[in-house]
């Protein structure tokens, strides 16, 4: 009788050529997710925090001379990998073992850990986005370009327990690979979605959320308004901040004072500095 917590069968590839892996290869590319539905995660602590809400990935690709016995690399603590296997064959999980070369051939990032997972295309349609509550607060990114940015931003709109990220006009997709990797998987824990400008604009006055842009073009602190209530609060591409149809949508433009010679900040550090003054007045109203 077949163990029901372990598959039957769990593939060998050595190949670097074999046709999966060009199949994982393929996913690198924005067109490639669009088609299938499909994004990749690498890394334990991505599938893990993705696992913890929900995600099943269709399969797991692992390279088990890779795993650290003592669940560290150097002075991290990476986690178990033996652990998390267990935990994706007992969903049921395709497990497919991979030679070093051939792992190395699908790898996206230093320093691999041996774990790299498929998983079905992140992110919600806008129409689908819920805001509900009389203190929904949602981040939103206008033209944003790199992908470290946006997972930076979502990393921190998990920590500050933002309800939705949203991305206008987005130059990337929130299943890119290193978005992922940069949001450290939070891109799974928070609601988020996609759409152009216009239509941003019409889901904001349709669930009477306030929208509070960020440019250097205003006299008005961050500090200065209530970020109270139900509330967006928008950041700009890194090149050109907030285009001038976001800007004239808003309810306040507000600056972030700089005392030294640059004259702007790096994107998610603009996104992190105006939630958590939201943060921080939510906590002390």
């Not at 050595?14 to 088609?35: H, M, Q």
Request: proline residues 5%; charged residues 25%.
């Amino acid at each position: 009788m077949t163990n029901p917590t372990h598959p039957a069968r769990e593939l060998t590839i050595t190949s670097a050529a074999n046709p999966r892996l060009k199949a994982l290869l393929g996913l690198r590319r924005r067109r490639t997710r669009e088609e299938t539905g499909h994004t990749l995660v690498e890394g334990y602590e991505e599938i893990d925090l993705a696992l913890g809400v929900g995600v099943r990935p269709r399969a797991v690709f692992v390279c088990e001379e890779l795993f650290s016995p003592a669940g560290r690399a150097g002075s991290q603590d990476i986690g178990q990998q033996d652990d998390l296997l267990a935990r994706l064959r007992a969903e049921r999980v395709e497990v497919v073992h991979l030679s070093r070369g051939a792992f190395d051939k699908v790898s996206y990032r230093e320093g691999p850990d041996g774990l790299l997972a498929v998983v079905d295309r992140v992110g919600v349609a806008l129409a689908d986005l819920p805001a509900p509550g009389p203190s929904h607060l949602t981040l939103l990114s206008q033209g944003v370009e790199k992908p470290g940015n946006l997972g930076a931003m979502l990393r921190t709109a998990d920590a500050a327990g933002v309800d939705a990220v949203v991305a206008a006009d987005p130059v990337t997709d929130w299943g890119n690979p290193n978005v992922v990797r940069a949001s450290k998987g939070t891109v799974f824990a928070v609601p988020a979605a996609s759409a152009t400008t216009a239509e941003v604009l019409d889901w904001l006055r349709a669930h009477e959320i306030s929208l509070v842009v960020t440019t250097p073009e205003t006299d008005l602190l961050h500090t200065d308004v209530d970020l109270t209530g139900r509330v967006a609060i928008a950041v700009g591409s890194e090149k050109h901040g907030a285009d001038r149809v976001l800007l004239e949508a808003a309810t306040h433009r507000v600056r972030i004072p700089m005392a030294g010679a640059a004259n702007s900040l790096n994107v998610a550090a603009s996104a992190a500095i105006v939630l958590y003054e939201a943060v921080r007045q939510r906590g002390v109203r």
